[in-house]
């Protein structure tokens, strides 16, 4: 990992693109960065152009002058492959390399992400770069980290990657009947006698219009293909540097809960996840805790890197607010709290020119350090230097995980029918928030991952049933576990094929439950689910969806309000095995969400270490003996905290001699941030 290379502290830094100024400017970065306690950069992002200018002309010559500034000066150096953008004499050389786009229009050279995952110029070529980077900058004592490509993007519609398409099903399913067959081929007279009848689901085929695809199982199919080649782009270079630098870490930046690409395939792939931390100012703090936390699942619970974050400000969103005094801190050390062992930003000074020319950097403009953004950094990089080696390795403990799904995000996305209202991340955001709004440690699981360790799993809309997932969710709950499901679940296999043994599928069982129909109705409309007594008493707002529900074996804890269903089940409970499996039939607003989760943890004895406070994340890293509490005040009041064991803050040095007894009173300004190192139960 990143910060294990004798660093001895969180590393600090990120982006330092050089060649967009003259050399005589180098210095004077590298000089005031460290001023601002920066110890890492990543450089040659996107360097490519300027190490090869024809198919056999290279130039290594700048890099190697980065190389020996940067080392000179005791960076730490990430090196990227430059591969996230082609030169422009290869495009016009060699147009295969050139993607084409949805629509069917063969691209020109321009932006970045644009180079076809099938094209032979770019998978030769690729590699040959990473490997002459390895062999020239491998054995540098200060190479911390590979970084490939950036942010891999999308997809190609080329003619190179619909032969390879029909490549990968012909792997997948052997003979075209399966494909028919997986595919419910025989609508609308589809039916493919040989794999060459194929083609990419666009807007020229079966991607259009108010159904946004004709045919799921092959739009799932696209997908999956599209991030395995992608993946392979990944792995070619990967291999390339593996073969000269063997202990080097390789990674690529990652960009959260991304649709086009299945992260947990490509995370099997790399070294360690990183990512790129970019919430629009509305957020709320759970929407990037939970990007956090789905970044650190990918790895099982292996720390990752924040591999970038703006100091100050974007420049594509439609209106770049800048992050308040404070912001970047607290943004900083929520990736920390959730999992990240590096706080790294884009970029270390601002470009003249181009689409990012007001994008921040640690260095703006104005080319000197007297800043409010530079201060702000310094600030955080003494900080971070102060905290030392402390955090690194430690990891989250959670007894309670939330279960995402690549496919089964595809499939609702591509679904025709019931709603077009239906957002899967934000129905995982729904109730990972609620245990995070707890602060209940909740790990953002995926539908290979153990189960075993957790006491309460939640698969909100699991909608794709993959093969044994079923019987994965009762061997769970018949061992005590708390099982909670919602609307949707259940319904289709792999292919998006629905079940024909009734709603939903294979959960019936588990779930004690037939769902016969389910309403869907415009976000201007709601219903109730009326809850009678016990902690969940009340009535609850539900929108979007609605099911009909019969029991068949689970009681109804709440029931519709309205419509011709009124009185029907609408929140069921099954007990099974020496568990429980709620079924939640329809989207409810996050207060039940949170009621329900909190009588769920508190049933099973899952204490938070801090009583919540409205806007105070509360997070835990621990390890080896050591255990380090977070508190970080996303609110602009001030907060006040009890704390009921003994602690010593390690950013101010204050001691809490605190007790269940006789608690402690943490205050937290706005944007404050504490971390707790525990010094007893
Ligand atoms: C991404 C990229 C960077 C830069 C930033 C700007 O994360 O990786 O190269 O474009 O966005 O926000
Ligand atoms: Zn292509």
Not at 530 to 537: P, Y
Request: a negative charge; one cysteine or more.
């Amino acid at each position: 990992m990143i910060g294990n290379k004798g660093i001895g502290k969180i590393p600090y830094g990120g982006d330092w693109n050089p060649e967009q100024w003259e050399e005589s400017e180098w210095m004077k970065d590298l000089e005031l960065l460290p001023k601002a306690g920066i110890d890492i950069l990543t450089v040659n992002v996107f360097g490519w152009a300027g190490l090869q200018r024809d198919d056999d002309l290279w130039d290594f010559s700048k890099l190697d002058r980065v190389m020996e500034a940067a080392t000179a000066k005791g960076y730490r150096i990430c090196l990227a492959t430059g591969t996230a953008a082609h030169p422009a004499w290869m495009a016009r050389k060699h147009p295969d390399i050139l993607r084409v786009d949805i629509d069917g229009r063969k691209r020109k050279f321009g932006a970045r992400h644009n180079s076809c995952p099938s094209s032979p110029t770019y998978r030769a070529y690729s590699v040959r770069l990473a490997a002459k980077l390895a062999e020239r900058y491998g054995h540098r004592e200060n190479l911390v980290a590979w970084h490939v490509s950036n942010e891999y993007y999308e997809a190609c519609w080329c003619d190179a990657c619909e032969a390879g398409f029909r490549r990968w099903l012909e792997r997948k399913y052997g003979a075209i009947e399966n494909v028919n067959r997986a595919w419910n081929a025989a609508f609308w007279g589809h039916t493919f006698y040989s794999f060459e009848d194929v083609v990419l689901p666009s807007h020229l085929s079966e991607e259009w219009g108010a159904n946004r695809t004709i045919f799921q199982g092959m739009s799932l199919d696209w997908r999956r293909y599209n991030s395995d080649n992608i993946l392979e782009t990944f792995k070619a270079e990967r291999d390339a540097l593996k073969a000269v630098t063997p202990d080097v870490p390789v990674t690529t930046n990652l960009m959260g809960l991304y649709p086009w690409l299945d992260y947990r395939a490509w995370a099997r792939e790399m070294d360690f996840i990183s990512w790129d931390n970019y919430p629009s100012p509305d957020d709320p703090w759970t929407v990037t805790a939970l990007r956090h936390a789905a970044m650190r699942g990918l790895k099982d619970g292996m720390p990752f890197a924040l591999m970038e974050q703006t100091p100050s400000v974007t420049n594509w969103q439609p209106y770049n607010a800048l992050k308040r005094p404070g912001v970047m801190r607290l943004l900083s050390y929520q990736a920390v709290a959730n999992g990240s062992d590096t706080v790294m930003f884009f970029q270390m000074r601002r470009s003249r020119g181009a689409c990012e020319k007001f994008h921040g950097a640690v260095i703006d403009h104005c080319g000197h350090g007297d800043t409010r953004v530079f201060r702000e950094v310094a600030e955080l990089g003494k900080e971070l230097r102060a905290l030392g080696a402390k955090t690194l390795g430690t990891r989250t403990k959670a007894r309670c995980a939330v279960m995402f799904d690549w496919d089964t995000w595809w499939a609702l996305m591509l679904t025709a029918g019931p709603t077009v209202d239906l957002d899967y991340p934000a129905e995982i955001h729904r109730y990972w928030a609620a245990f995070a709004r707890a602060n209940v440690a909740c790990d953002v699981v995926f539908a290979d991952s153990n189960l075993d360790g957790y006491e309460i799993v939640a698969a909100p809309c699991a909608y794709l049933m993959k093969p044994g997932m079923a019987e994965r969710f009762e061997a769970f709950t018949r061992r005590g576990g708390a099982f909670l499901t919602t609307v949707l679940s259940g319904l289709a296999d792999e292919s998006d094929l629905v079940t024909d043994t009734g709603y939903p599928g294979p959960l019936r069982t588990l779930l004690g439950v037939w769902v016969e129909e389910t309403d869907a109705l415009p976000l201007s409309r709601s219903n109730g689910i009326a809850v009678e007594s016990g902690a969940l008493a009340g009535t609850w707002e539900t929108k979007t969806l609605f099911d009909v529900i019969h029991l068949e074996g689970a009681e109804a804890i709440g029931r519709w309000t309205a419509e011709f269903y009124a009185g029907t089940p609408a929140l069921t409970r099954n007990r099974f095995g020496a568990g429980e499996a709620w079924y939640v039939g329809g989207v409810v607003e996050q207060a039940l969400a949170d009621r329900l989760v909190s009588e769920l943890a508190a049933a099973r004895g899952i204490a938070p270490p801090i009583e919540p406070v409205e806007g105070v994340e509360v997070t835990e890293r621990a390890g080896d003996g050591r255990a380090y509490l977070f508190a970080l005040n996303h609110g602009s009041q001030p907060a006040e905290l009890t704390l009921r064991f003994p602690a010593v803050s390690l950013l101010d040095g204050a001691s809490y001699d605190a007790s269940p007894d006789s608690p402690a009173a943490l205050r937290l300004a706005p944007h404050d941030v504490a971390i707790l190192e525990r010094r007893g139960p």
